[in-house]
């Protein structure tokens, strides 16, 4: 069986996973504050870590990053869910202290230049996908404008990132991780 954690469940936690919260009244197994390093958790333990809208309110990514990589199995599942850059929703939360486009775990892979010339960190993980709206549901006519727009976005995120995201913003950006041991 896979062993699955979500970090900041809140009260979504997800289905057969061990949560952690800060909020004493989430549904989380463990009150534990994502900003205090160690996570009380043992080297390589999860095959899948999630984390849904939660790093965006931490304080130090990349020490965030290294945790994740310290207590998840190689070739581990990540899955990040955060508010896009552009999105409004990223700046209306005060408590957001980070903001994240489609290059922002480039730092963590081994085979991206970001990672070769700014070496921040010994925690590595391959960059599998990234989904924008992967969970927003638009009714109407703008569900075949957001499917399009989506589509290209995802097709070509570069272009969409560099051209179109200032005009046309998305709401949220998933990334795809794999733990690299």
């Given amino acids: 069986m896979k062993s699955v954690l979500d970090l900041g469940c809140g009260n979504r936690k997800k289905p057969g996973a061990i949560g952690v919260d800060i909020n004493p009244n989430a549904q989380a ?14 080297d390589s333990t999860f095959d899948e870590i999630y984390a849904d ?17 310290r207590i998840s199995k190689a070739d581990a599942s990540i899955q ?3 508010p896009y850059f552009r999105a409004r929703w ?37 960059t ?32 969409y990132e560099t051209h179109l995201s200032s005009v046309f913003p998305l709401d949220t950006i998933t990334f795809y991780l794999k733990t690299i041991k």
């Avoid at 980070?98 to 590595?124: M, R």
């Avoid at 969970?135 to 957001?146: D, E, N």
């Fill in 29 to 42: 197994d463990i009150i534990h504050d994502l900003n205090k390093f160690p996570y009380p958790f043992e």
């Fill in 53 to 69: 809208n939660t790093i965006e309110h931490l304080e130090n990514i990349i020490c965030v990053m290294e945790e994740i990589h």
């Fill in 80 to 82: 990040i869910i955060v």
């Fill in 90 to 126: 990223a700046y209306i939360d005060p408590t957001h202290k980070h903001f994240f486009t489609i290059g922002s775990f480039t730092y963590f892979d081994p085979e991206h230049v970001h990672s070769k010339l700014y070496n921040y960190s010994q925690a590595k993980f391959k």
């Fill in 128 to 159: 599998e996908r990234i989904v924008f709206n992967e969970y927003i549901q638009h009714q109407g006519m703008l569900k075949y404008y957001y499917r399009l727009l989506k589509t290209f976005a995802e097709k070509w995120p570069v272009q």
